[in-house]
């Protein structure tokens, strides 16, 4: 069991916390929040943890939290988290404040071959080699009271975190890779990442195999539905669901009649039946043969494949190699765009990764580098 304090309930205990995490080099921060019926995370718990310090607060308690927020935005204080975007996400919503700067521990581990998107529960036993529960990772932290087992697990969070944030370091400053992690940090720290336009939300959705007509459809309702989500802070899902989405733009319905005949959306017709017409309307006004699809969701031309799966088997022996996780060398997307284009705008074709990615996957395009296997491993030849 960990000793565990008192919740924070008050605006002065936790000024007095966040006066002494002031002047540590470096502070654990966690937060618990449920975004399962709503739009926006709600804030339930914030957890932080420092040298000889450990503490939660309760941000549904009476408490101003502006010394929390102040804290995020102390340059003088690293703060460290484990998968930071959603706890980034948060506090900017909250306070319009992007901690930094920041120290991201899963972004450290692919760095250093601990896989893709390692748990923190994996990394706790990897490198420290304990155990941390994750009986209480699902529960509904707005609940009131607290109970020990839940606080324990909650501080956990953060408490083992800063022994794994010292190792990491340590260990990016031993292998020269602390600059590789400042593209993940820039995109992290950057504003933009955290104001999704609704206009964007047809990202999340899947358009191959749909006609150029259906894709249109799918475009304008996703931006609807983005926008209505927001409006009511109910989630996505709660307005329209993807598979109704989906047998929408199959249909192209034009009345309320034809719209409630199909299975998947009927209880959307409820109060939204003339709203989704409308966008079903707008996407049938224009001509099919003047839609321009979004480069995002191009199909890849069958010439192309085989080139992207000969990268791909590329990228794994490179990371093999380097035992660096394939995901922070290259994504699917710059693989494609490899194939398709000579020399394309990608993170793969520029800084760290150009040297040791990048470079081999240009000259394996131009017929001076190629694949073989050695001892039942691949290797790289160059010609």
């Known amino acids: 069991m960990i000793d565990l304090p008192a919740i924070i309930t008050s605006t002065g205990d936790l000024q007095q916390a966040c006066a002494r995490l002031s002047r540590q080099p470096f502070v654990t921060v966690d937060t618990e929040f449920l975004r399962q019926t709503t739009y926006r995370p709600k804030l339930c718990l914030v957890q932080m943890a420092g040298d000889g310090i450990e503490v939660a607060v309760d941000p549904l ?30 506090v900017y919503q909250e306070a319009g404040v992007i901690p930094y700067p920041i120290f991201d521990t899963q972004i450290a581990a692919m760095a250093l071959g601990h896989g893709e998107a390692i748990s923190y529960g994996a990394l706790v036993k990897k490198l420290l080699k304990r155990n941390h529960d994750k009986t209480y990772q699902s529960i509904d932290w707005c609940v009131r009271p607290i109970g020990p087992r839940q606080l324990e697990y909650a501080l956990g969070d953060v408490i083992y975190l800063r022994d794994i944030y010292v190792k990491l370091r340590q260990r990016l400053q031993e292998t020269g890779r602390e600059s590789w992690l400042e593209e993940e940090v820039a995109f992290l720290t950057d504003p933009k990442t955290y104001a999704f336009d609704p206009a964007d939300a047809w990202k999340r959705m899947k358009l191959g195999g749909k006609s150029r007509l259906a894709k249109a459809i799918i475009i304008e309702l996703s931006a609807w539905r983005e926008r209505t989500a927001q409006s009511e802070n109910v989630p996505r899902g709660r307005v329209l669901k993807d598979e109704a989405i989906y047998e929408i733009a199959k249909h192209a319905p034009r009345s309320l009649d034809a719209l409630s005949r199909l299975r998947t959306v009927r209880e959307s017709v409820k109060g939204r039946g003339d709203a989704i017409l409308r966008c079903v309307a707008s996407a049938l006004a224009h001509d099919p043969s003047d839609l321009i699809m979004p480069d995002g969701h191009a199909e890849l031309p069958a010439s192309a494949s085989a080139t992207v799966e000969l990268l791909r088997v590329l990228l794994k022996a490179v990371s093999a190699e380097l035992n660096v996780a394939s995901k922070l060398l290259a994504s699917s997307d710059d693989l494609e765009k490899l194939a398709q284009f000579d020399h394309p705008d990608i993170p793969a074709l520029k800084g760290w990764r150009l040297k040791f990615f990048g470079e081999k996957a240009l000259a394996l395009k131009t017929g001076k580098l190629a694949l073989g296997i050695e001892n039942k491993e691949v290797r790289l030849f160059p010609l």
């Open 61 to 90: 308690a009476p408490v101003d939290l502006s010394s929390f927020y102040a804290l995020m935005a102390n340059e003088a204080v690293v703060k460290v988290f484990h998968a930071a975007r959603q706890d980034i996400e948060i």
